[in-house]
């Protein structure tokens, strides 16, 4: 569930280190607004730690059976157990590449970009600015960007250790989670494809988070959603009820007040695969980094999910963008 993470960006995650772009300063949106993530350097996994989570990856768990009616209590733990353990299995599954459509929105500027995953790390050809299509000279300064990419594997060697850095990262949050909350059942729900299940969770007394990555969940509560058919994590909303300070402030503090919203979905029913990704978040946060006060305001969708196949590398893919305009 919980692994397109803070690298999220969204440089993904996703996958938490697809958003490999950075985004212009932002002023912090009203209360009322929704909004995601930003990359910030030592403590960005506590700014964006749940895009890293990204869910990207099929589950190994055979779909249950037997929820027609409200859960009991030990039910509702089991199908949370369960379902955490489906998103963790998933998120160390590297082998199903996709190609799709990343559109994410700031205050200052809208970007879509084509991206295609491979084994050498994500390619992106950027296809329009602010729903407005490339212009000439700027169509011809992308494409000289991914010629001067396809015959230099050292830019995308680096890329590909800083999405392997993200991902790390990212699983030390999933794996903290069953035991960093208290998951309380709240009943059924419809979903987009069905019934799905709801439970809040709060900070869990006597959690002692073992690095930075795992301190935010000290001070984490919200409510997560569960397709009990396929034992899937379909919505996670969290909100900061406290700020956080990391290395005793002296690193910098996440403000009291943030969310986060991922919503993930199966993008493979009409292909005849069990294929489970994110494909909406949102962000609104701020804090300081050292002595600079930041704010993060970010929308991420993805659509049009099409798999690649799974030996795919890098230049393969950039050829695969370059003939497609």
Known sequence: ??????????????????????????????????????????????????????????????????????????QGQALVETA????????????????????????????????????????????????????????????????????????????????????GRALKVLSALPTAFNYQYEGPAEGPTGKVEKFSFSPRHGFSPPDLETQVLTVMAGEITIDPAHQRVVRLEGHVQQDVDFGWGILGRLNRGGWIVIEQADVGPDRGIDQWRIVHFQMAMSGRVFFKSRTFDTTEDESQFAPLPGGEDYHTAIRTLLADR
């Open 1 to 74: 569930m919980l692994l397109q993470f803070w690298s999220v960006p969204l440089n993904r995650f996703p996958h938490p280190a697809r958003y490999y772009c950075r985004l212009p300063k932002r002023k912090l949106p009203s209360p009322r607004r929704k909004a995601g993530p930003a990359k910030l350097d030592n403590v960005q996994p506590q700014f964006r730690f749940l895009l890293l989570l990204a869910w990207a990856i099929p589950a190994v768990g055979q779909p249950a059976s037997g929820m027609d009616e409200d859960l009991t209590p030990a």
């Open 84 to 167: 955490l353990a489906n998103e963790l299995r998933a998120a160390q599954d590297g082998s199903h590449l996709m190609r799709y459509r990343l559109r994410k929105t700031s205050p200052r500027l809208t970007t879509t970009k084509d991206i295609c995953e491979t084994k050498d790390g994500d390619v992106a050809r950027l296809i329009s600015t602010d729903d407005r299509p490339l212009s000439d000279a700027e169509e011809q300064q992308e494409v000289a960007r991914l010629q001067e990419l396809l015959g230099d594997p050292g830019k995308q060697r680096k890329r590909k250790q800083s999405e392997d850095t993200d991902a």
